[in-house]
């Protein structure tokens, strides 16, 4: 008896969770601000703010500046893609990203969202060095890479005005710009970032105008924008960052001003608390560190500091070129004529429109 209780039980308990309805997918939204993701149906979007419908607790607006990545509900393909370009995995991503047909997604929001990532992609590939080839097999001119990804991104910027992407794309844009040498064309999308009412994306319009007047040389404008990042109202995960950073780049004009020992210490702290995982910001501290050790004639400690990024750091670009120019004037200096022509070909290879480039020339 007891035996047949139990499996009716069992059957009944079967019944039920074949019949129950199945648990809707829901949108899952990782923000700067908290640990956990927010889950939801994304309701709408706009430059500045995203409604999200939390079930058991109704509609919550979040800030586009807050916002560090978006899974939308169901497209797994568009998820691995975007899992893959955060990871740097750039030309994986975007061979995942070909393979979505838009016609066949039935949310206009995740349209635009493949349709931001390919330009992302393409842009982030285009930065890197490492375009496909042409038609004919040659290695497509990376000038002629970074033209052809900023339209890109400007077409998707006409398309979708209304993009959360807003700001990330026009500074996507400026970074473009940046690596073909027009500065000041890349201040005037980095500009855009100040009409954001966010505190944090006000202050990255701050950090990405000085380093643009940096590269130009302009170290006293670029210390006001440091400065200014350094005292605006920043905070969480993000605006840490961007303290980090700016902090950094005030060092180039701390060294030039003759306060290089204050530098050294300054990047040194920032070496000894950073994640092993964060390339960008290490590749720019050991530039940093390398720039004040030739300022100090240490050249020993310089050549450590630019190999370092040649050797573990190469993904970043901007950085990787200007950790090359310096190999090659070291390298130089040192009697090593060879390892200064190698550093010389990879810098001309990868990076021929770089300023860099320009300099050794």
Known sequence: MTRMIFRAMLAGSLLLACCA???????????????????????????????????????????????????????????????????GEFKDAADL???????????????????YWKAYCAAKIALSGQSESDDSGEQKDPAAAAKQAGSEMLAFLKDHPTTYHYYEANEIVGDLLMAIGQYENAQKFYDKLS????????????????????????????????????????????????????????TYSLASSGKVDEAVKLLKNIVANADDDDTELLARTYDALGNCYRQLKDNKQALWAYLRVDTLYGSVPEAHAEALANLVVLWE?????????????????????????????
């Open 21 to 87: 309805p199945a648990r809707a997918q829901t949108d899952r939204i990782k923000v700067y601000s908290e640990k956990n993701s927010v889950q939801g149906t994304v309701e709408s979007i706009t430059r500045n703010e995203i409604v999200v419908s939390v079930p058991m607790a109704g509609a919550r607006t979040i800030s586009s500046g807050d916002i560090e990545l978006i899974l939308f509900a169901g497209d797994n393909a568009l998820q691995k893609a975007q899992l893959a370009a955060t990871k």
């Open 97 to 115: 990203l070909e393979g979505i047909r838009p016609t066949e997604l039935n949310r206009e929001m995740v349209r635009a969202e493949v349709a």
């Open 195 to 250: 009409e954001s009412p966010s505190a944090d994306v006000k202050a990255r319009a701050d950090l990405l105008r000085g380093r643009a007047m940096q590269m130009e040389g302009k170290y006293d404008a670029a210390l006001a924008a440091y400065d200014s990042v350094l005292k605006s109202d920043v905070s969480g995960k993000r605006g840490d960052q961007e303290l980090i950073e700016a902090k950094i780049g005030r």
């Open 333 to 361: 200096d040192a009697k090593h004529p060879e390892r200064a022509r190698d550093a010389r070909d990879r810098l001309q290879q990868r990076y021929p429109f770089s300023r860099w480039n320009k300099q050794i020339r």
